[in-house]
């Protein structure tokens, strides 16, 4: 079994920082891409920030230069750096990793953090 903990959720100011870390354990062979969503309340789960294996990385507009991720395949973490946080970051943040494991191809998802930021 598979498992995402993520961890550095929090409450912040706008215009602060915070860093999200994601590591995956479990009977891994492979991990390919990895990333983070978020969910607001009342609103659908959304791409934030995904990268690949290789190291491509993919933003929608409304995080583009002031999110970046970035991963460790040696320990099979992922990270999310979020400056210039604005109040509309607000959101339960979910790490995703699409993992070989037990010659099955799975995606698998954390339980989600809360990052909340005031204005």
């Known amino acids: 079994q598979v498992q995402l903990v993520e961890s550095g959720g929090g409450v912040v100011q706008a215009g602060g920082s915070l860093r999200l870390s994601c590591a995956a354990s479990g009977s891994i062979f492979s991990i390919s891409a990895m990333g983070w969503y978020r969910q607001a309340p009342g609103k659908q789960r959304e791409l934030v920030a995904r990268i690949t294996d290789g190291g491509r990385t993919t933003y929608p507009d409304s995080v583009k230069g002031r999110f970046t991720v970035s991963r460790d395949n040696a320990k099979n973490t992922v990270y999310l750096q979020m400056n210039s946080l604005k109040p509309e970051d607000t959101a339960v943040y979910y790490c995703?990793?699409?993992?070989?494991?037990?010659?099955?191809?799975?995606?698998?998802w954390g339980q989600g953090t809360q990052v909340t930021v005031s204005s």
């Open positions: 995703n990793a699409d993992v070989w494991a037990n010659i099955k191809f799975m995606t698998v």
